[in-house]
């Protein structure tokens, strides 16, 4: 009778995503109003599961999304339109005439990509190397004085060849950084960029132009309101995704979350901005990334709704 009961449950939670994406979509007809009525009244469960999505969608028109990327996405505020996402596909299409001349996506630029969970290794023409991290993008430009990567989304660690007649430079959120003969890693999410430098120096210059000197064993913040400190860095950690870890030590939710989402299908949203900077201390494996919203589930004031396997909600406990 359990088991039931179960079924008939998730049967009715499915059913009530499926007309609540309907509904809300913007395509739904008089008729597909009428048999959604009739849905509504043939029982309590259905009219009780469809009224949950609708108080949990109630709040996705202020959720942060805490990927977002101040290269990919400049003067886009980090909210998430509940019609876009209903309709963006559809949206992107119509739109990309436009978008391909005024500000084209990373696909379209980007000389390596990488997707959900997916690592890559690149070698330069150069002699230097790359290794991409999960979800992330770059583009080259080297030419004859110059020898100019902009990294478009994501995480890469780069191991500089030398060659004192061409500077080597990664641009970033509107920052650079620019080598000093050295291996360091770049790593933009939520609109931060941070740099951490196993060997050598480099030089950080952040969009309001301050610059800084960051030696081996440091790393250092920016966005668009300039440099933070140089700080002591365990580049170990800073780099443990190239071994399949994800290690974080007193780190904002923000960035845990723009990490996991790297290794994730799907999305995660936050409801409530003030969740973002709780800050998240443990190792994790990045095979699985569900097992780090179950610790933030169990140690923050955090609790989290699965509307579908794609599509997550963290909302304050």
């Keep these: 009778m359990m088991r039931a009961d ?16 309907r509904c809300n979509s913007g395509d739904a007809t008089t008729a597909d109003r009428a048999v959604h009525a009739s849905w509504l009244a043939a029982s309590d469960r259905n009219r009780t599961e469809y009224e949950r999505l609708a108080g949990v ?4 028109d202020h959720v942060p999304d805490p990927r977002r990327s101040a290269a990919r996405r400049p003067a886009r505020p980090a909210v998430t339109s509940r019609r876009a996402f209903l309709a963006g596909g559809a949206a992107a299409l119509a739109a990309a005439s436009v978008v391909v ?3 084209p996506p990373d696909f379209l630029v980007a000389d390596h990509a990488t997707g959900t969970g997916e690592l890559r ?13 999960a979800d992330s993008a770059l583009a080259l430009d080297f030419g004859a004085r ?18 004192t007649s061409r500077l080597f430079s990664v641009l970033a959120g509107d920052g650079k ?20 430098v196993q060997e050598s120096a480099v ?3 952040a969009p309001d132009r301050s610059e800084a000197i960051v030696g081996a064993g440091q790393n250092i913040s920016y966005d668009q309101q300039g440099l933070g400190a140089v700080q002591l860095a365990d580049v170990e950690s800073e780099t443990a ?25 799907g999305m995660i949203r936050v409801t409530d901005r003030d969740l973002l900077d709780l800050r998240v201390s443990g190792i994790f494996d990045v095979s699985n990334p569900d097992g780090v919203l179950d610790v933030i589930r169990r140690t923050l004031p955090v609790r989290t709704v699965e509307l579908t396997r794609y599509l997550v909600l963290l909302r304050p406990a």
Excluded at 57 to 60: G, I, K, Q, T
Excluded at 147 to 162: E, I, K, S, T
Excluded at 179 to 189: D, I, M, Q
Aim: charged share 25%; net charge neutral; aromatic share 10%.
């Design 177 to 196: 950084v620019t080598a000093l003969g050295t291996r360091f890693v770049v790593h933009e999410w939520a609109g931060t960029v941070t740099v951490a």
């Design 6 to 21: 179960n079924d008939s449950q998730s049967n009715a939670r499915e059913e009530a995503l499926a007309w609540f994406v």
């Design 146 to 163: 110059t020898r100019d990567v902009r990294l478009l989304r994501g995480r890469a660690f780069f191991d500089v060849a030398p060659d």
């Design 121 to 133: 290794n690149i070698s330069l023409s150069d002699g230097s190397s790359v290794e991409l991290d």
């Design 241 to 265: 995704w190239r071994r399949g870890k994800l290690i974080f030590e007193d780190r904002p939710l923000a960035q845990v979350l723009a990490d996991v989402s790297r290794y994730r299908p």
């Design 101 to 103: 001349i005024a500000n």
């Design 203 to 205: 030089t950080v210059r």
């Design 57 to 60: 969608w109630s709040d996705l």
